[in-house]
């Protein structure tokens, strides 16, 4: 099984900056794909960054230059720092894991599209 767990969620004022973390659990021998997500109440589940094992970065409009992700592929980890937050950053933010190729016994799989909990991200003053 695979399973993500992030952190780093509260609450901030506007203008301030938050760092989010996820960590990857399992028999994972591969990552390819990890991101961030957000789910605002009564809106849709969007994009907010995604990076590929090799490095290959894309933004959201919304937060091109206020956020920044990065990975470290050996720790299994994506982490996601966000500066000069508006309120309508606010959002659960979610971990998102893709083509993960994992072993089960002597046997790889690869599975798809795994999430974390979500981290609860509160812009307010």
């Known amino acids: 099984q695979v399973q993500l767990v992030e952190s780093g969620g509260g609450l901030v004022q506007p203008g301030g900056s938050l760092r989010l973390s996820c960590a990857a659990s399992?028999?994972?021998?591969?990552?390819?794909?990890m991101g961030w997500y957000r789910q605002a109440p009564g809106k849709q589940r969007e994009l907010v960054a995604t990076i590929t094992s090799g490095g290959r970065i894309n933004y959201a409009e919304a937060v091109k230059g206020r956020f920044t992700i990065s990975r470290d592929n050996a720790k299994k980890t994506v982490s996601l720092q966000m500066n000069s937050l508006k309120p309508e950053d606010t959002a659960v933010y979610y971990c998102?894991?893709?083509?993960?190729?994992?072993?089960?016994?002597?046997?790889?799989?690869?599975?798809?599209?795994?999430w974390g909990q979500g981290t609860q991200v509160t812009v307010s003053s």
């Open positions: 998102n894991a893709d083509r993960v190729q994992y072993r089960e016994g002597a046997a790889y799989f690869t599975g798809s599209d795994y």
């Open positions: 399992g028999n994972i021998y591969r990552i390819n794909d």
